[in-house]
């Protein structure tokens, strides 16, 4: 692999162990637990952070339909520790596999957003699966806190 993927792929296992660190001995209700109703869970979040992992690597620069449901990402419930970075380890093993087929001069390419058919840059794709689950993951931590706050 391209050292450049190799460490976007490196930087995005990171953000998976994050999460994983960050979910790793709690019930299943505090996976499912929200702070407000309005807002997200952490079992929801997981979810979604694999769904756009997979549109953005997959659905625009590979030009391969996922089927996304994003909606229904934010309504996951239920879902276990085990179940939940399953989900994030299976989208880093695909983004894995695309990566390796992917040029530094890919990075220059552009794809079409299958959502409005908008060009996008691969480069901001790529970028923004990673900027993206960052984001999230933080969130989760700061749930995993607030969760245990609440509690004491």
Known sequence: MIPFY???LNRLRGQHNDI???IEGLPQEALDWKPE???NSMCSLIVHIAGAERFLIGDIVKGESSQRDRP??????GWDAPMLMKRLWDSEAYFGSVLETLSLADLEGVRRDPRDGSQVP???AVLHALEHSAL???QIQDLRQLY?????
């Open 6 to 8: 190799a460490e976007l």
């Open 20 to 22: 994983k660190k960050a």
């Open 37 to 39: 109703p309005a807002m």
């Open 72 to 77: 229904a990402e934010f309504m996951a419930t």
């Open 122 to 124: 691969v480069s901001w």
């Open 136 to 138: 999230h993951c933080g």
């Open 148 to 152: 245990q706050d609440r509690r004491r």
